[in-house]
């Protein structure tokens, strides 16, 4: 497998300025026609022009409608060379090629998914559609012509306008689209076959009005009400907030059961695995809900970011990601709460971003190279730094500045294909802005740690914040540097109430500032800020709202952080103080734990959560975020040896004494926040469920026969799957008859919807309960599995050796149906450094056996050679 190199980029040789495709869809074979309008960048050139093909079969290429023979081009196993080309302004290639999309299980280009045709082409999926300069700063205007047994595929869709209609002989039909916009091969889009849509329209605030249509099988249609409910929001929201107008006159959403990812942002015609469209209060829970509204939002916001200004190449991939990602976020965060939202955002940072940023697959925000650019969409929380970069030019710039930024952006770069530093030169160059180091952030990787110590001198009445970072060394990085880092601050005073701030010392330079938070710009190694004027020693309140995307150890004291949990106005920072805590007394546990020491749970903590669990006046998501423990593995992270059995030991004692000793006001909650109404998705409600269901789990997990009985009939009484999923959770914590049962019952009552099944799955394969690997592998030969489904695909981390090997078993046999959704799976093992030696020797026989399997693919091989080296 070839590495690819972002200092290697060069402009293509010839551009493509008009696409005509014509699809035959079959049964047994596809015939696809292109008819390419191409010119060279140079007049003149003599430069070859080479096609990316991948698993087509040639049928004719002609030149100015000569048929090229044998011997006039080249072709091998990925490429299509023409190597002598006429000498004119531009000229039509015409290229026909079969393919089998009925044999295509990696569900990338043209597949069939549970009858119907569809495709998937970013990154490189188009080239298994046919010969093509497969990269995205190839911008064409495209027709599409698609023809197909008319009773089979009654619908037949792709991008932009439907310019015409009709029968043809054989009982078939066609339809022939046109997109206006000039686009990437990587948006383009098809979709064939029995469908039925839920119609609705949106007027944009200059007029047009838009038709929306929703697709699914016409039984699925009333679970798509919430989905066009998100698609109106999001339209309303990009014109409020960014001033972005939808451009058609038609916008499209398909869902379809198999899909390798949440969705595609195609122009016009979005298509999406179905879990993230279709949803009921009996079917989907509030989590689904709230992953329906971010991804159509993300989706539909590409439009404009990704799609309108696209990326000139593949490593520029979070120029469009991170910044549509932070784009979701907010549009999230308005529709619900803001903080409650940031938090979520900040724990799957820490979930996955964190660990990733320190292991062998580590990158930069822009990468510097790929093998297989798919291994690069690990899920959407791995654009989160992306995310986080574009949300630092914001808070720099201020709400007003950004939009500055952004308006820019769309001015100078509509219609092209462009890089990071554009974005960036736009956010400067509209604010005139400093952004000193900044730039660092797109071409190193590693998470940065930041060390703060803090003085207050009585005397001089001064408050000292000294900061230092690192960035500890990544693959191919062993040195870094210093970067530009945000850091959003304020000063409590003893009764918990914000200091006015006057004026800070930085640096030589006296800064006057008149409010209770400000922004210090970290930009070297080592740097000390002085605030004057300081009454008492503050108890300072740092990084609020998470300002940068940094592990931060700071010199607070147990007392001081117990102080924020109950009083930061930065109610972010609130949670944060109860997460440092939580993550400082669980380490010194699971220390106790490894040398055989009594656990202890400190009082101190029990009273802090108890205080903020019966606080009436916080939001009560905000609650359940904060009586949540950081997970097992934000933990490990944080170890130099991960230690998963102390580790596992320790979060349980803990939960089980919180659950114990606060059990009078987690029932209060249960009970006073149960409802009999219909179920109604909005954050008031959902933030009572939360609050409901964490509580429930808690006195679930103490396995007293009465709270056993609690949680079976709240499972029972359930009027929506959220609760009912919930108590279901609550009760599959413990081993035994009633876990046994319950499951059971829920499979019995659901196994007609597969999304429903689905997470029956999920819950078992990702339990933690003592043999757990024995009961999954049962579950492979449950009659509902199906390995190709990458919905029911499951994914562990492997706990002894019995894990291991089977996740081995299963990437190997996966890997040649489905490569991306196997690699996705070969990830769990990249880690496998940071545990004991025996486990060590464990994960790695298995990654060697995987790396010695027959025809292994480039996705896995990256992986795993990777976390290998
Ligand atoms: N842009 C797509 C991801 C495509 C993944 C390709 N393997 C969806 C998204 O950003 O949500
Ligand atoms: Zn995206």
């Not at 295509?104 to 490189?124: H, I, P, R, V």
């Not at 130099?640 to 909650?669: G, M, Y």
Request: glycine share 6%; hydrophobic share 40%.
């Amino acid at each position: 497998p070839k590495e690819i190199f972002l200092k290697d980029y060069t402009k293509p040789d010839y551009y493509f300025e008009t696409v005509d495709l014509s699809f035959s869809l079959g049964e047994e074979k596809t015939i696809v026609s292109s008819l390419i309008k191409v010119s060279p960048r140079v007049q003149g050139s003599s430069a070859p022009l080479v096609l990316d093909g991948h698993d087509l079969k040639l049928l004719s290429v002609k030149v100015e409608g000569k048929l090229l023979k044998e011997g006039d081009y080249q072709l091998d196993s990925r490429h299509l060379t023409l190597p002598s080309l006429p000498a004119k302004e531009s000229f039509v290639l015409e290229i026909d090629t079969e393919i089998y999309p009925h044999k295509n299980t990696s569900l990338d280009g043209l597949y069939k998914s549970s009858g119907n045709f569809c495709t998937q082409c970013e990154a490189e999926g188009f080239r298994k559609i046919t010969f093509y300069q497969d990269r995205p700063d190839i911008m064409a205007k495209y027709t599409c012509r698609v023809e197909a047994d008319k009773s089979l595929y009654p619908v037949l869709l792709s991008n932009g306008n439907l310019i015409s209609q009709g029968d043809i002989e054989g009982g078939r039909h066609f339809a022939l689209w046109e997109d206006p916009f000039k686009k990437p091969c990587y948006l383009f889009a098809l979709v064939a076959g029995q469908l039925a849509s839920r119609d609705d329209t949106f007027t944009t605030r200059s007029g047009r009005e838009v038709s929306l249509k929703i697709w699914t099988p016409a039984e699925d249609l009333p679970k798509t009400a919430h989905a066009m409910y998100s698609l109106k929001a999001a339209m309303k929201w990009d014109e409020d907030v960014f001033g972005l107008e939808y451009d058609l006159d038609l916008f499209n959403i398909v869902a379809v059961p198999d899909f390798n990812m949440g969705a595609m942002e195609n122009k016009s015609l979005n298509i999406f695995n179905s879990k993230l469209v279709l949803a009921s209060p009996e079917t989907a829970t509030d989590a689904d809900y709230a992953a329906i509204l971010g991804v159509i939002g993300h989706e539909y916001f590409h439009n404009w970011t990704g799609n309108r200004v696209t990326c000139r190449d593949w490593f520029q991939l979070s120029l469009k990601e991170g910044l549509t990602v932070f784009r979701d976020q907010e549009f999230s965060s308005d529709m619900g709460s803001r903080t409650v939202k940031r938090i979520a955002d900040v724990s799957k940072l820490r979930i996955y971003q964190f660990p990733q940023d320190a292991g062998p697959m580590a990158h930069p925000v822009r990468p510097h190279s790929y093998i297989k650019m798919d291994n690069f969409y690990t899920g959407k929380f791995l654009f989160a730094k992306g995310a986080e970069v574009v949300r630092m030019y914001k808070t720099l710039l201020g709400s007003e500045g950004f939009r500055k930024g952004i308006d820019l952006y769309f001015q100078r770069h509509d219609e092209q294909a462009v890089t990071c530093e554009d974005f960036f030169a736009a956010m400067r160059d509209a604010n005139s802005a400093d952004f000193a180091n900044f730039l660092q952030w797109y071409s190193q990787a590693g998470t940065p740690v930041v060390k703060v110590a803090s003085s207050y001198n009585a005397e001089a009445r001064t408050f000292s914040l000294k900061f230092s970072q690192e960035i500890p060394p990544t693959p191919g990085q062993p040195t870094k540097e210093a970067t530009f880092i945000p850091v959003v601050v304020g000063l409590l005073d003893s009764s918990g109430k914000d200091i006015t701030l006057s004026s800070v010392y930085h640096d030589g330079t006296l800064q006057t500032i008149s409010s209770s938070s400000t922004i210090l710009r970290v930009t070297k190694k080592e740097e000390e800020f002085v605030f004057s004027d300081i009454a008492e020693r503050p108890v300072p309140s740092l990084f609020r709202g998470f300002s940068a995307p940094v592990r931060v150890e700071t010199d607070l004291s147990d007392d001081d952080l117990f102080f924020l949990l109950a009083h930061d106005s930065d109610e972010f920072n609130r949670w944060e103080a109860g997460q440092v805590l939580a993550r400082k007394l669980m380490l010194n546990l699971v220390s106790d734990f490894q040398q055989n020491r009594p656990l202890v749970l400190n009082p101190k903590f029990i009273q802090g959560l108890g205080s903020v669990l019966s606080d009436s006046t916080l939001d009560k998501e905000f609650i359940a975020k904060a009586i949540t423990l950081p997970g097992e593995g934000e933990i490990m992270d944080m170890m130099a040896v991960a230690d998963p059995d102390a580790v596992h030991a320790v979060r349980k004692f803990v939960r089980k004494q919180l659950a114990s000793e606060l059990k009078t006001e987690l029932l209060k909650i249960v009970e006073n926040n149960r409802s009999t109404e219909a179920y109604v998705f909005d954050h008031p409600n959902m933030a009572r469920r939360a609050l409901k269901n964490t509580a429930l789990a808690y006195l679930a997990s103490l396995e007293d026969p009465s709270y056993v009985e609690l949680a079976l009939s709240e499972y029972k009484l359930a009027t929506n799957l959220t609760d009912q999923f919930a108590a279901l959770a609550a009760l599959a914590q413990n081993r035994g008859k009633t876990r046994d049962n319950v499951l059971a019952d829920f499979y019995n009552k659901w196994q007609g919807d597969y999304l429903v099944v689905n997470k029956w799955f999920l819950l078992q394969s990702s339990s933690d309960i003592p043999g757990n690997v024995e009961n999954v592998t049962k579950l492979l030969d449950h009659p509902a599995f199906d390995l190709r489904n990458p919905n029911k695909a499951m994914n562990f981390h492997a706990k002894d050796g019995s894990g291991y090997k089977f996740l081995g078993d299963i990437v190997v046999q996966l890997d040649k149906i489905n490569p991306q959704v196997a690699s996705r799976m070969v990830s769990a093992f990249s880690r496998w450094k940071r545990y004991d030696e025996t486990r060590q020797a464990l994960a790695k026989a298995q990654l060697e056996m995987i790396m010695s399997a027959n025809g292994l693919s480039e996705n896995v091989f990256e992986i795993a050679s990777k976390s290998l080296a």
